[in-house]
């Protein structure tokens, strides 16, 4: 167990629709990371959190969009869903997000958009 | 030509082999990580390399950053090792890494 929590773990919805994807870190990393996993495209990094604030963005689709709780929870909305969001999303976290620390990854919410 | 190709990208081996796969990448890095998935879809960190050799258990990680390459060995494969392995490499913020496509390794008992 990682200690990284995501929910739900399996979520199916239809096109246009929007959803919010859920995680909650270790307890007192300060940094969340999200990453989206499909099969034609693998792993590629969204968006960072840390304490509240974005710190990096990667390939991250407008229609998509992050927030960090002051309790360091993350939520992950996607909105105007197509098909090829489908796809597994994992959420990482890590103490401060500075490099050479460990990554701890959640278990993953896998989205499949009908 | 992607920035992190791994090889290869299948693996099967037999219980007790020595397991090399290679990770290569052509950006400047300040970390390189070495990640596994199980078959239920988890993901766990095995390493985190900027330089040398890290050892855990039977797994063994070396990165030559002159050559921008690194290897995980698994000495005296286990069926439990089957898996993906991913290789990914970070810059400046700790998580904006760009990931190889994975190799996917079977060992038979």
């Known amino acids: 167990d990682s200690g990284v929590t995501q929910t739900p773990k399996h979520l199916i919805t239809a096109t246009g629709q929007r959803v919010t994807l859920r995680c909650s870190p270790r307890s007192g990393d300060l940094s969340v990371y999200w990453y989206q996993q499909s099969l034609d495209q693998g792993l590629q990094f969204l968006i960072q959190y840390y304490n509240g604030e974005e710190r990096a963005k990667g390939n991250i689709l407008e229609r998509f969009s992050a927030q960090q709780f002051p309790d360091l929870h993350s939520e992950l909305n996607l909105s105007s869903l197509e098909l090829g969001d489908s796809a597994l999303y994992f959420c990482a976290s890590s103490v401060t997000g500075g490099v050479g620390e460990k990554l701890f990854f959640g278990s993953g919410t896998q989205l499949s958009v009908l | 030509?992607?920035?992190?190709?791994?090889?290869?990208?299948?693996?099967?081996?037999?219980?007790?082999?020595?397991?090399?796969?290679?990770?290569?990448?052509?950006?400047?890095?300040?970390?390189?990580?070495?990640?596994?998935?199980?078959?239920?879809?988890?993901?766990?960190?095995?390493?985190?390399?900027?330089?040398?050799?890290?050892?855990?258990?039977?797994?063994?990680?070396?990165?030559?950053?002159?050559e921008k390459h690194s290897s995980l060995h698994i000495t005296a494969s286990h069926p439990r090792d089957s898996a993906v392995y991913i290789c990914a490499v970070g810059g400046g913020s700790q998580g904006n890494l760009i990931f190889g496509k994975g190799t996917k390794l079977s060992v038979k008992p």
């Open chain 2, 1 to 66: 030509k992607n920035e992190v190709e791994q090889s290869p990208q299948n693996l099967t081996a037999q219980e007790g082999e020595f397991i090399t796969i290679n990770c290569s990448y052509s950006v400047g890095i300040s970390a390189l990580h070495w990640l596994q998935q199980h078959p239920g879809g988890g993901i766990v960190s095995l390493f985190m390399l900027s330089s040398g050799k890290k050892k855990h258990g039977r797994l063994i990680a070396t990165i030559n950053i002159q």
